[in-house]
């Protein structure tokens, strides 16, 4: 069985939107062994979408569409699928009740222009909407499978794996190997450095291959096999996994979808430590990721933006004499954040940063980039100067990963 991906939408050939939705299909097609051979892009165009189905089921055995489902005029899927198989649109009755129920949970009466959304082509499944309003269908035409489903992620995704893939699994019964992944994630260590580190195992060959993959301030590395079944996939990932851990342990954070102020998060709440952070230079960012994580108000006590010198005396207490003789970006104004956010909080833990976000305000001395990050912990005074490339927004975030990653090494 292979597979094509349709994504319909002029607002993703504007570059309005970015096509999320054919990553997560094609990574979750893959685990399930099953071939992504083509995918594209149309707008919402009838003449168009048409011609790229046809197209489409020459070729693929199934066709999934995504997108064009919604209530408005330029919602056309449903439609031109109807022109394609030459059956007429009829009222779907489950699909009516379900608007209905949506929109009475909601105190309103269905729209009129939602009404559109129950009428499908007849004789074809409807696949329920538990998030959304949008119907998914599945049209078996001449041999193919046409499985169309609504643009929206959150109303996609759980349609997609609760619903569409045991669907295709079933009509797949000569699928002879699996695909899995793990994805590996390191912080505090350019790519370059993670390339030489384990330049072997990123030359692997099938089955088993390791790709490396760098984002701001993080960089992943994904190991991906095929295999015959769930114990060997396995054992296969564990053994590249464990030799990228031998050389590479101090940097690695988390895996799969981990993120590092959870990984914080968690060990805060594991040893019943409590936080509070006095920011400057990122303007409350390292405080909302942190934040960010439920259950974070069991270990968050206390966050304080003191942009202004005048808030950095006033309201943490930094001494005067501090900021003359050091300026307000340096090691000694960062440690008496950490210092007087802790005081004032009562909390276990209490971390400073400061810095230049720029791109004004530098100097030779003290350029764009330059950020001092203090963490207070028991006995323990850390100080560390960090100089981030980047936008304004690309530094801010870079020291909150800085701060959150000095943090995970502090607590562990």
């Known amino acids: 069985m292979n597979v094509e991906i349709i994504s319909i939408g002029t607002e993703l050939l504007l570059g309005n939107i970015a ?49 064009g489902l919604g209530p408005t005029v330029d919602d056309i899927t449903t439609q031109t699928i109807s022109k394609l198989i030459s059956k007429r649109l009829v009222l779907n009755t489950r699909i009516l009740k379900d608007l209905e129920n ?42 193919k499978i046409i499985v169309c489903l609504p643009g929206p992620p959150r109303e996609l995704q759980p349609m997609f794996e609760e619903k569409v893939i045991p669907y295709l699994q079933k009509r797949n019964p000569k699928r002879k190997w699996i695909l899995r992944s793990q994805t590996i994630k390191l912080t505090g260590i350019p790519e370059s450095v993670v390339n030489k580190s384990i330049k072997r195992i990123l030359n692997l060959r099938p089955p088993t291959t390791v790709g490396i993959y760098c984002k701001l301030g993080e960089v992943d590395l994904r190991i991906v096999t095929k295999a015959r079944d769930e114990k060997t996939a396995a054992a296969s990932i564990m053994k590249v996994k464990k030799k990228i851990r031998e050389r590479l342990k101090d ?14 998060g968690r060990r805060l709440d594991g040893l019943k430590k409590t936080i509070a952070i006095a920011e400057s230079c990122t303007g409350g960012l390292l405080a909302s990721r942190i934040t960010d994580v439920a259950g974070s108000s069991r270990y968050f006590a206390m966050g304080i933006v003191a942009y202004s010198n005048a808030a950095k005396e006033n309201i943490l207490g930094v001494s005067s004499q501090t900021i ?50 203090s963490v207070v912990f028991d006995s323990r005074r850390l100080i560390r100067e960090f100089r981030f490339k980047g936008s304004r927004e690309e530094i801010k975030f870079q020291a909150s990963q800085a701060a959150l990653d000095l943090l995970r090494k502090t607590i562990r």
């Open 102 to 143: 949506y929109f009475r949970m909601r105190g309103m009466k269905v729209l009129t222009s939602s009404v559109r959304q129950a009428y499908i082509p007849e004789g074809v499944r409807h696949i329920r909407n538990k998030v959304g309003i949008a119907p998914g269908l599945i049209v078996r035409y001449k041999g």
């Open 251 to 264: 940097f690695i954070f988390g895996y799969g979808n981990s993120t590092l102020e959870g990984i914080v």
């Open 19 to 67: 096509n999320t939705n054919t990553v997560f299909l094609s990574q979750k097609l893959a685990e399930s062994g099953i071939d992504v051979y083509y995918t594209s892009v149309v707008g919402d165009n009838i003449t168009r979408l048409n011609e790229s189905l046809k197209r489409a089921l020459l070729r693929s055995d199934v066709v999934i569409t995504t997108g």
């Open 324 to 373: 003359e003789k050091y300026g307000a970006v340096s090691p000694d104004c960062a440690l008496e954040m950490a210092q007087r956010i802790r005081l004032l909080a009562g909390s276990d833990i209490g971390v400073g940063m400061t810095g230049i976000a720029g791109p004004t305000g530098g100097t030779i001395m003290k350029p764009v980039g330059l950020v001092y990050i």
